[in-house]
């Protein structure tokens, strides 16, 4: 992570346009401070507990927003799962690609637009 940051700071002061959180409060601030103008954060889960809520007003001076992403709990998974079984309810898969294909996948995804095409 250390390494990632280090890459954000040389932005020349323009800051980062896309932050994906997972930390919590022992990363968060770290964050907020590499944000630009604009800039959008999504928080997923609190890795590293609840704790001080950052301050706000850097992140209101540079326009940017924060979407929280909640993580469920392994009840939930269990829980969602059996649903899932119970209702007979499979994913549509047409193609499987070995993970040192993982940019071919994508491409194909896209090119059908595969991951949000409307199925009526």
């Known amino acids: 992570m250390k390494h ?3 890459e954000a700071n040389d932005t020349h002061g323009d800051g980062v346009s896309h932050v994906l959180e997972l930390g ?3 990363t968060y601030p770290r964050f907020v401070k590499l944000i630009g103008t604009g800039g959008h954060i999504v928080q997923i889960g609190v890795l590293t507990g609840f704790g ?12 940017a927003s924060i979407d929280g ?3 469920g709990s392994r009840d ?5 799962n059996a649903f899932l079984t119970q209702q007979d309810i499979h994913p549509v898969i047409d193609r ?5 294909q993982a940019g071919e996948a994508y491409d194909y995804s ?3 637009e595969a991951l949000w095409k409307d199925r009526d």
């Not at 809520?53 to 209101?60: E, F, L």
């Not at 939930?76 to 969602?80: A, K």
């Not at 499987?96 to 040192?100: A, G, Q, R, W």
Request: net charge positive; no cysteine.
């Open 4 to 6: 990632k940051i280090r």
């Open 24 to 26: 919590g409060p022992e």
């Open 52 to 63: 001080p809520r950052p301050d706000i007003d850097r992140i209101r001076s540079a326009n």
């Open 69 to 71: 992403i909640t993580v």
């Open 76 to 80: 939930h998974f269990r829980e969602m």
């Open 96 to 100: 499987v690609f070995p993970f040192e």
């Open 110 to 112: 896209v090119e059908r």
